[in-house]
């Protein structure tokens, strides 16, 4: 919990650009102690999982990547007075962690986070890290600080997925080659893309997730 406690922003962000750090938040950061009182209370290693940034329904809410309230509560077991918003792409990463064998048993072979563990709000809407080039610059320092931070907590450093095959890849890849940390970077479709425009295809991604995570293992 140390990391999610000391995640801060110091570099100023373009004007208009507000950052979501719900760890600041005692009701969001007792839940998170739950979470990873029940999931992580081991010495295991495991292997990343990398997203964009957090979505303002989803860890902008709990401090947990991919899960809403509602799954938290429902899924995972985790009371909590969070606001009750369901997140589109909390709906496929709980659905892959089903068919994966359930939440135990993925969550001990995996950590999901983030490339920027902090997500970002202009105008009420969720903003993605490499959305805007001025914004992406003033992250720089933090996104490589955190990811430093972020493999001191017994991560297999042989392979990270990265979730989103565009732009959140690229930028992977690019930080990989400066700071040298992981054999392999394996992309997968990201969960947003897959429900809004993919849909038909579900159980396909379902499969490809499934394939590509158990190869590790």
């Not at 902008?60 to 009371?79: A, H, N, Q, R, V």
């Not at 563990?117 to 202009?122: A, D, E, N, S």
């Not at 997925?161 to 992981?182: M, P, R, S, T």
Request: with cysteine.
């Amino acid at each position: 919990m140390k990391f999610y406690r000391a995640l801060r922003i110091s570099d100023p962000l373009p004007e208009g650009i507000e950052v979501m750090n719900p760890y600041q938040n005692e009701a969001c950061f007792e839940v998170c102690k739950s979470f990873y009182g029940k999931f992580y209370n081991d010495d295991l290693k495991r292997h990343l999982i990398l997203g964009i940034n957090p979505g303002r329904h989803g860890a902008g809410i709990t401090g947990i990547p991919f899960t809403d309230p509602i799954k938290l509560e429902s899924i995972l077991g985790i009371p909590n007075s969070l606001a009750r918003k369901p997140e589109l792409s909390a709906d496929f990463i709980h659905a892959m962690i089903a068919a994966f064998g359930g939440p135990e048993k993925f969550f001990s072979g995996f950590f999901i986070n983030s490339v920027s563990p902090l997500g970002f709000v202009q105008a009420g809407k969720n903003l993605n890290y490499y959305d805007m080039p001025r914004l992406k610059t003033a992250l720089a320092p933090f996104i490589r600080n955190s990811m430093q931070s972020l493999l001191n907590l017994n991560i297999d450093r042989k392979v990270v997925f990265c979730l989103g095959e565009g732009a959140n890849y690229k930028y992977l890849v690019a930080l990989n080659d400066e700071l040298q940390v992981f054999q392999q970077i394996i992309p997968l479709a990201h969960p947003r893309f897959i429900m809004q425009y993919k849909r038909k295809q579900l159980a396909a991604y379902l499969e490809d997730y499934l394939q590509k995570l158990r190869s590790v293992l």
